[in-house]
């Protein structure tokens, strides 16, 4: 959590309340949001423009442009999309390294009755390392690491 208060300039918000001004944007949720068709795009531009910083990192920017290819949108727009979160400044974006990608892996062979991604697995150990509860997403698994979903 004091990395992300490095990076961000202090709020008027309490410290104890960062959960609820900060919510990891995970695959779904960025998809949900991006497609007005979506079943949840309400819900999930309202989360959106609620939380004050949002954190997501490179997997899950990764793994947007091939989930709506196979969902039949349109590239340049998901293209655009995925430029903008790059150069918004309410975006903690963090770039997935080899300490990140190892700690993912290792949360991975942990839980082997697990059916979790990478990506998953990657969210799970930053959303614990900056203190979050609340993601962005329809995936279940969230729930099941003991976050909360914020797309039933």
């Known amino acids: 959590m004091k990395h992300l208060m490095r990076i961000w300039p202090k709020n008027t918000h309490a410290i104890c309340c960062i959960s609820l001004w900060f919510m ?42 091939p989930l709506a290819q196979a969902r039949g949108s349109p590239r340049k727009p998901v293209l655009e999309f995925s430029n903008r979160l790059l150069t918004d400044r309410s975006v903690l974006l963090i770039w997935v390294e080899e300490v990140l990608h190892r700690q993912a892996l290792d949360l991975l062979s942990a839980r082997p009755d697990k059916n979790y991604s990478l990506c998953d697995a990657v969210s799970f150990v930053v959303m614990r390392e900056h203190g979050l509860i609340d993601a962005l997403t329809t995936d279940r698994h969230f729930e099941q690491e003991g976050f909360r979903r914020l797309l039933a």
């Open 24 to 65: 990891l944007l995970d695959t779904s949720g960025l998809f949900a949001l991006l497609h007005r068709s979506e079943s949840q795009h309400r819900v999930a531009a309202a989360y959106y423009q609620n939380a004050q910083r949002r954190v997501t990192h490179s997997y899950v920017l990764a793994e947007l442009i």
